[in-house]
């Protein structure tokens, strides 16, 4: 929305968003095996998907990040909304797949307790 030409590209900034935020995903839950290394993991990681894929995509990564975008641009409502929600709606989409390469990656004993496979990855615990 707030790139130069970023209407001409809408789905390489859908594509560039939902990668983004699958590896941020995964980097969270990877690195809640070793939790001293969790905010290292993840800064890095956040840090090399905004180098990436900055100029392309803005680098939202985050579906309030996109609704600020979006209202900051308010005389511009009426053309950037369903843009900025198909932005929302990739990025959630990228959230499932990067947990869902998480899940995948996992022993089947770390996650035989939970009655719905993936909810608590989303959230790790920090002990």
């Not at 800064?43 to 392309?56: M, N, R």
């Not at 309030?64 to 409502?77: G, M």
């Not at 709606?89 to 959230?95: A, V």
């Not at 899940?103 to 909810?119: A, E, R, S, W």
Request: hydrophobic share 45%.
């Amino acid at each position: 929305m707030e790139l130069k030409r970023g209407h001409d590209y809408k789905g390489l900034v859908c594509l560039y968003e939902g990668i983004g935020v699958a590896f941020i995903m995964i980097a969270i839950n990877w690195s809640s095996v070793n939790p001293g290394w969790g905010p290292i993991a993840v800064g890095c990681t956040v840090a090399g998907a905004i180098t990436c894929f900055d100029q392309p995509s803005g680098s939202h990564f985050n579906p309030a990040v996109t609704l600020a975008q979006y209202f900051y641009r308010s005389w511009e409502l009426k053309k950037n909304f369903l843009f900025a929600m198909s932005i929302i709606m990739s990025q959630i989409l990228g959230g499932a797949v990067g947990v869902f390469i998480v899940y995948l990656t996992l022993d089947q004993d770390d996650i035989k307790d939970n009655k719905i496979p993936g909810v608590a990855i989303l959230c790790p615990p920090l002990s």
